[in-house]
């Protein structure tokens, strides 16, 4: 029986998948920088922060695969971003190296791409587009996954999530939203598949509306039941609460997109254009 860890565990994301995951991974090992507040009597917790790199050992000791969703997961101050997700991300595959786990399954973001426009459908071979320090942070963690899976021999799945809720919440998720049963599939995917490597998948549902190519997800077996087309009359009553957003409306990324916002929109159209 593997043990695996999963970091975030108090997250928005690690809060729904602890109930999702145990009857797949009986043995599953939860940490974050503190325990979640209902921790459960059955739950195995390890507390560690990610920036600090003795601690990330401890919690990789004896461990076989990792899910990692810790670290920060919007938009925010450089220094955060910093700590949580570069040093964080960093101390996460090098320690996973370190103790010889098997897999790292890394939660990546939809923001490493949110400069491409929403009409502009991209596979993930194309260059990052990040829309902010979260989204470099990201493309960060999805090189050094690159780097440990090349020079190390680690199998490595990152997952660039779109939006994991039990619903689409507004126009912009009905493209993008996945449901939670899904992540569990592609987490499985990088946990057992015999072929990964290095990995990119889209962590997105069986969205019509898609702007995203996910054919490697599918070619590895990922077979989405999430449709957010079911959901459509709930996302678009959400969405009419919001205000205009002429850049984060245009881009992938929305209101990540238009956050701090002072570049020049047409330039980075042109460059899509290429
Ligand atoms: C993300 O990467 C964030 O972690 C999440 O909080 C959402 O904001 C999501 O992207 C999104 O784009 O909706």
Request: aromatic fraction near 10%; glycine fraction near 10%; charge should be negative.
């Amino acid at each position: 029986m593997p043990r695996i860890l999963m970091t975030g565990a108090s997250g928005g994301i690690g809060t729904r998948l602890r109930t999702l995951l145990p009857p797949i991974y009986p043995d599953l090992l939860l940490s974050d920088i503190r325990p979640p507040a209902d921790l459960g009597p059955n739950e195995k917790f390890k507390a560690a922060d990610l920036s600090d790199m003795a601690q990330c050992e401890a919690i990789c000791d004896g461990v076989d695969g990792i899910i990692h969703f810790g670290g920060y997961s919007v938009e925010g101050p450089w220094d955060d971003i910093l700590q949580a997700n570069i040093i964080g991300g960093y101390n996460l595959f090098e320690a996973a190296h370190r103790k010889g786990v098997k897999r790292v399954v890394f939660a990546s973001s939809n923001h490493t791409v949110g400069f491409y426009p929403r009409h502009h459908k991209i596979g993930t071979d194309v260059t990052v587009r990040p829309d902010g320090r979260y989204g470099v942070s990201k493309a960060f963690g999805e090189a050094v996954g690159a780097l440990y899976a090349d020079k190390h021999g680690l199998k490595v799945t990152c997952i660039r999530i779109g939006n994991c809720d039990e619903k689409p919440l507004d126009h912009r998720r009905i493209a993008m939203w996945l449901k939670p049963e899904d992540l569990v599939q592609l987490c499985r995917i990088g946990l057992e598949h015999p072929d990964i490597h290095f990995e990119v998948f889209y962590g997105v549902s069986l969205n019509e509306r898609a702007w995203w190519d996910n054919h490697r997800a599918y070619e590895f077996g990922y077979r989405p039941t999430g449709r957010s087309e079911d959901h459509v009359a709930h996302a678009m009553a959400e969405q009419a609460k919001l205000k205009p957003d002429p850049i984060g409306d245009y881009f992938q990324g929305g209101a990540f997109a238009s956050k701090e916002f002072d570049g020049d929109a047409s330039r980075i159209i042109d460059w899509n254009k290429r």
